[in-house]
């Protein structure tokens, strides 16, 4: 039901900006999260951000609070993750992530809770 693809990664310098982009492909009268996911090699899959269907509601992880951004737009079926501040420790493959739900105060962070995934892209933070 929902077909995500993200894109926008990259090499960047410590302290330098990215932009991330994941374009959904889902029926108009679904509701769902969508969230940010990313993965270093040898870690297990982390929480990055996440924003309900009405976009009133986001959560992040304590790691990028204050640096990262997430925000969608639904007539585009797009979401954006704008990080700023990029440090090494962000080296990670970041996933987009989908799950159906209503819920509008709440973003859900265990990744086995989301049905749909995109591919990944690459984000590598040099200092």
């Known amino acids: 039901q929902v077909q995500l693809v993200e894109s926008g990664g990259g090499l960047v310098q410590a302290g330098g900006s990215l932009s991330l982009s994941c374009v959904a492909s889902?029926?108009?009268?679904?509701?769902?999260?969508l969230a940010w996911f990313r993965q270093a090699p040898g870690k297990e899959r982390e929480f990055v951000a996440g924003i309900t269907w009405y976009g009133d509601y986001s959560d992040y992880s304590k790691s990028v609070k204050g640096r990262f951004t997430i925000s969608r737009d639904n007539v585009l079926n797009s979401v954006v993750l704008s990080m700023v501040n990029l440090q090494p420790e962000d080296t990670a493959v970041y996933y987009c992530a989908a799950r159906l739900t209503t819920t509008r105060f709440y973003i859900n962070r265990d990744p086995g809770r989301y049905d749909y995934w995109g591919q990944g892209t690459q984000v590598t933070v040099s200092s």
């Open positions: 889902a029926r108009t009268d679904s509701s769902y999260a």
